[in-house]
């Protein structure tokens, strides 16, 4: 028995929802469909908005022959067979039409062995992906590609592919909330609309209204893609904001992730790097007050231990912001990368040995708790030929007022 999707997937581009910003009568993509001018592409965007379906259509469309691959299953072998096959149908006037679902899923070098077939003009490429390709396509590749971004489908064309499925399970007529049940769940995925349809089906329920749909609905797999680029999104979303001293959109988008299936630890961790790096020595009880909130959730688990991360999440967003731990991090990584052969000055080395003292480790070394207010003055820390650095800025904002101050007189210290 063939599922549902199979068995209501478009033939023909008058039947095919969403993705109107594509296939308007002045976009290239349509102009090239309908002048019979493939060139090769990437489909980019969510699952379920119909980039496998629009590559089924756009070779039938055009009168070309459709071959496939799939970056999980299938590499470079399955690649030679196909590029034989497309060797003899050239021989005859066909030409070929190479649909790679996942593409991304090919590694670098496999991505390489595309480039010579599409350059002799072999095959037309169409992959089709919902990672973003500038991250997990080669640049050569992406170069001799056009990207066209699928956006998730909207209600009015959810509710339209919704109709179709009803109807083709006569499931017909169906209680609106239910049918608006429907279609929030599937979160602009048409084939997890289609999915929750037939699962309606099968299950055989005696009265199909609100209630019942959504008590089945609890029991489907959570749509949330921890590899995916939405949950990058949402995840860089929630960072941003409350980067940008935001606490209800912070709120706002940990709802988000968690509803949609995201583990609250993943949000724990990024709050921990956001503690560092965008707060730092500004409110430094951020790292402390994240990582209990984190400790909170592993002792009580996951209902009490949400709300301990949101609180987490809620104060890091409202304390003063400095990236200047960050900044003066990646300053001294960079220079230590390019200074690696400098040795390190005979006063800060440690004579564990006779010998070594007598080469003159350690001397001129003053400990630091024998000296006026624990500050060695005039005392270096640095390589001799790199001389004394300062990276380390504080911002004017909260703790870093009073760590500003310090520093000045410290520097002062060491840098006489």
């Not at 708790?369 to 911002?395: C, I, M, R, W």
Request: glycine share 6%; net charge neutral; with cysteine.
């Amino acid at each position: 028995m063939r599922p549902l999707a199979e068995n209501l997937r478009p033939q023909v581009l008058d039947e095919f929802f969403g993705q109107s910003h594509l296939l308007n009568d002045t976009h290239p993509l349509k102009h090239s469909i309908d002048n019979k001018r493939l060139h090769s592409m990437i489909l980019w965007g969510p699952s379920g908005t119909g980039k496998t379906t629009l590559a089924h259509i756009i070779c039938k469309q055009v009168g070309w022959y459709f071959m496939q691959l799939n970056a999980v299953l299938d590499g470079v072998k399955e690649l030679r067979s196909v590029t034989e096959n497309a060797k003899k149908f050239k021989n005859i006037g066909q030409q070929i039409v190479l649909f790679v679902d996942e593409i991304h899923r090919f590694n670098k070098a496999q991505q390489d062995a595309f480039l010579p077939h599409i350059e002799s003009g072999l095959i037309i490429l169409i992959g089709a992906t919902t990672q973003n390709p500038s991250f997990e396509l080669n640049s050569a590749l992406l170069s001799r590609l056009s990207v066209y971004v699928f956006k998730s489908l909207n209600k009015a064309e959810l509710a339209q592919i919704l109709q179709r499925a009803l109807a083709y399970v006569n499931l017909m007529p169906m209680d609106k909330l239910a049918q608006d049940g429907i279609i929030n769940a599937s979160v602009g995925d048409a084939r997890r609309l289609i999915n929750i349809v037939e699962q309606i089906a099968l299950a055989k329920l005696d009265n199909v209204n609100v209630e019942s749909v959504e008590q089945l609905l609890q029991e489907n797999i959570s749509i949330f893609d921890k590899g995916g680029d939405i949950f990058y999104q949402q995840l860089s979303a929630f960072h941003k904001s409350v980067r940008g001293s935001s606490p209800d959109g912070a709120l706002y988008w940990m709802a988000r992730m968690l509803v949609a299936g995201c583990e609250a630890k993943i949000i724990a961790r990024r709050l921990l790097a956001i503690a560092s790096e965008d707060i730092g020595n500004a409110d430094p009880r951020a790292l402390e007050i994240t990582l209990n909130a984190w400790q909170v959730f592993e002792r009580v688990g996951e209902k009490e231990g949400n709300r301990a991360i949101a609180q987490a999440a809620v104060y890091c967003a409202i304390a003063p912001k400095s990236n200047a731990i960050y900044k003066a991090f990646n300053q001294a990584m960079v220079q230590a990368k390019k200074t690696l052969d400098l040795p390190v000055p005979l006063h800060l080395c440690n004579a564990s040995t006779g010998l070594m003292n007598d080469l003159g480790y350690g001397q001129g070394y003053r400990y630091a708790h024998n000296e006026q207010d624990a500050v060695a003055k005039g005392q270096t820390y640095f390589p001799e030929e790199l001389g004394e650095q300062s990276y380390y800025v504080p911002t004017d904002r909260g703790l870093e007022i009073k760590i500003n101050e310090k520093l000045k007189q410290l520097r002062g210290s060491h840098h006489k």
